[in-house]
Antibody
């Protein structure tokens, strides 16, 4: 079945780095654009980043631009989020999500039809 | 950035009730809107995309409408499993933005 599994979360001190991974299975990952979305404790959803299927397009939220980098390895069916210069406000559950909705045969990059269960990142001294 | 404003922030209802949740975009987004359901400790689930298209496997008691920059999610007859938090999301442009969420509670 279609599945996304995040990993790499943990407790890290402010200013340090962490790399999250999202392992995909059950679908053709190399043809799917992907997103990262986070949710701070008790808060709503916050979109983080997007990457096209071939890495030709990448977008970031202003809150992480210049600190976070999205990438993918299609040979490993894995999505990554490299997080540098972490701040306490980056504490959240991080979800990866697939772009999988087409309308009249056109992939719509903004809809997220499959989500992982999330990995928790805690930034604290 | 496009701001998405949901109302109400929370609503109490009973099984069998009809419930509507509203979402307003700060600028025109045509029908580029999605609704998600999230239960505590779980990932969000896509319910509706393109303002009114039901995602595969989602019960038909869920529906969405659009009028200008105003969008509505309607649950026609609440079931016990529908008690959750609902988010709208604009799908018009980057950065993607979500509404603040509407918590649907049992009365």
């Amino acid at each position: 079945q279609v599945q996304l599994v995040e990993s790499g979360g943990g407790v890290v001190q402010p200013g340090r780095s962490l790399r999250l991974s999202c392992a995909a299975s059950g679908f053709t990952f190399s043809r799917s654009a992907m997103h990262w979305v986070r949710q701070a404790p008790g808060k709503g959803l916050e979109w983080m980043s997007f990457i096209s299927y071939d890495e030709s397009s990448k977008y970031y939220a202003d809150s992480v631009k210049g600190r976070f980098t999205i990438s993918r390895d299609n040979s490993k069916n894995t999505l990554y989020l490299q997080m540098n210069s972490l701040r306490t406000e980056d504490t959240a559950v991080y979800y990866c999500a697939r772009v999988g909705i087409t309308i009249f045969g056109v992939v719509i990059n903004f809809y997220m039809d499959v989500w992982g269960k999330g990995t928790t990142v805690t930034v604290s001294s | 950035d496009i701001q998405m404003t949901q109302s109400p922030s929370s609503v109490s209802a009973s099984v069998g009730d009809r419930v509507t949740i509203s979402c307003r975009a700060s600028q025109g987004i045509s029908n580029w809107l999605a609704w998600y359901q999230q239960k505590p400790g779980k990932a969000p689930k896509l319910l509706i995309y393109a303002a009114s298209s039901l995602q595969s496997g989602v019960p038909s008691r869920f529906s969405g409408t659009a009028s200008g920059t105003d969008f509505t999610l309607t649950i026609s007859s609440l079931q016990p499993e529908d008690f959750a938090t609902y988010y709208c999301q604009q799908a018009n442009s980057f950065p993607i933005t979500f509404g603040q969420g509407t918590r649907l509670e049992i009365k």
